[in-house]
């Protein structure tokens, strides 16, 4: 099973906001599987070996708060337990900070005075959970999707069990003495109010967040509920098949099909629009160009390769000068770009290289043609 550690943004910023003379970024291919983490040990404690390498002109002191910091990580047991199919592990003299990712990332050693951000991009680019509202006339439950975790129920205070418990009768089909709300209308009626209570039940749960909603239904329910409903991010597309015949697993597997689609089509989206803004001279793969725009505000979307490490510096300018080989003096251009990028509100998103217009390291939407 794997087990995840989702960065938030905001977590993310406080990684890159953290500078000082000694900091280590480490990343690592994982398995989640148990009887296999001596391997990952080794390999980690090997990377924090190349590390401490190239902290060797550091103060001795900050040194040996690094190296006890990792070897506690390696040495704990109870953490080897449960892994993923990535680690990212930062380290400064201060304290370690460690993500188990669901993405499958390249090793990496970054020793700066700043920490590598670009591994955990990716998780955040791609949509790695959803909400999968199974609901019919009968029953509905919400089912929490979370990357190749196993999907679990939720329970949510005063969610309705059914229509005609929502209604307060025995059966929706029942006929009031005085004749309102009969027949077809009656019911149409009875499961828009079935709809509403659960729309309602959601919002204690949905309020603020940006996690997609998946709905599991047919007609007539699905058109009721999406006319009903207030959460923004229920998708378009929808798992169209009787949710009480579908396992949990089953509703998890149609959910990530999903998910996928929409960041294929969002990727669509975002190169059709960096084709017309490149005709409007609002868009560029050049890494300088970029530099200076991050740099200066002016980048509105960025597309960063992951696996990008050109070392080198980038000044208060944003001049850059590229560094031979890596070293303590230097950090990832791409990882800075990325990382000013963010801090003046652009959208950042960690992609394959294949997913960037012609394949260049980066690729920028802008606010103003510079």
């Given at each position: 099973?794997?087990?995840?550690?989702?960065?938030?943004?905001?977590?993310?910023?406080?990684?890159?906001?953290?500078?000082?003379?000694?900091?280590?970024?480490?990343?690592?291919?994982t398995t989640p599987l148990t009887q296999e983490a001596q391997a990952d040990r080794i390999a980690l404690k090997n990377l924090a070996g190349e590390a401490i390498e190239q902290l060797a002109a550091h103060d001795k002191r900050e040194v040996l708060a690094i190296e006890e910091l990792l070897h506690d990580l390696i040495d704990d047991d109870d953490f080897w337990e449960v892994q993923a199919n990535s680690l990212a592990v930062f380290v400064s003299p201060e304290g370690l900070r460690s993500f188990r990712l669901p993405n499958h990332l390249k090793?990496?050693?970054?020793?700066?005075?700043?920490?590598?951000?670009?591994?955990?991009?990716?998780?955040?680019?791609v949509p790695q959970s959803a909400y999968v509202l199974a609901l019919t006339q009968n029953s509905v439950r919400l089912v929490g999707?979370?990357?190749d975790l196993p999907a679990i129920e939720l329970s949510l205070n005063g969610m309705p069990k059914d229509v005609s418990s929502s209604a307060g009768k025995a059966s929706i089909k029942d006929r009031a003495p005085s004749g309102r709300l009969q027949g077809s209308e009656g019911m149409k009626v009875h499961q828009a109010q079935y709809a509403r209570k659960i729309d309602n039940a959601l919002r204690a749960l949905l309020t603020g967040r940006e996690t997609p909603l998946i709905l599991a239904a047919t007609e007539p329910m699905l058109s009721?509920?999406?006319?009903?409903?207030?959460?923004?991010?229920?998708?378009?597309?929808?798992?169209?098949?009787?949710?009480?015949t579908q396992s949990d697993d089953d509703l998890a597997a149609s959910a990530r099909a999903i998910l996928d689609e929409l960041f294929r089509d969002e990727l669509?989206?975002?190169?059709?629009?960096?084709?017309?803004?490149?005709?409007?001279?609002?868009a560029t793969s050049d890494l300088e160009k970029v530099a200076r725009a991050a740099t200066y505000g002016a980048v509105q979307l960025l597309l960063i390769d992951i696996d990008d490490v050109n070392p080198g510096t980038i000044d208060d300018e944003g001049a850059v000068t590229f560094a031979g080989s890596p070293s303590a003096k230097s950090y990832g251009i791409v990882d800075e770009i990325a990382s000013r990028a963010l801090v003046t509100g652009a959208k950042v998103m960690g992609v394959r290289k294949?997913?960037?217009?012609?394949?260049?390291?980066?690729?920028?939407?802008?606010?103003?043609?510079?």
């Open positions: 099973m794997l087990h995840v550690d989702i960065p938030t943004r905001g977590e993310i910023e406080a990684l890159m906001l953290n500078h000082g003379p000694a900091r280590v970024s480490l990343v690592l291919p090793p990496a050693v970054e020793v700066s005075d700043r920490f590598h951000i670009q591994p955990l991009l990716r998780t955040v680019t999707v979370s990357s009721i509920y999406r006319e009903i409903q207030s959460y923004p991010h229920l998708t378009r597309a929808a798992i169209p098949h009787n949710p009480e669509a989206e975002i190169q059709s629009l960096y084709t017309l803004r490149a005709s409007q001279d609002r294949g997913d960037i217009p012609g394949e260049a390291s980066l690729a920028a939407i802008l606010r103003y043609s510079l």
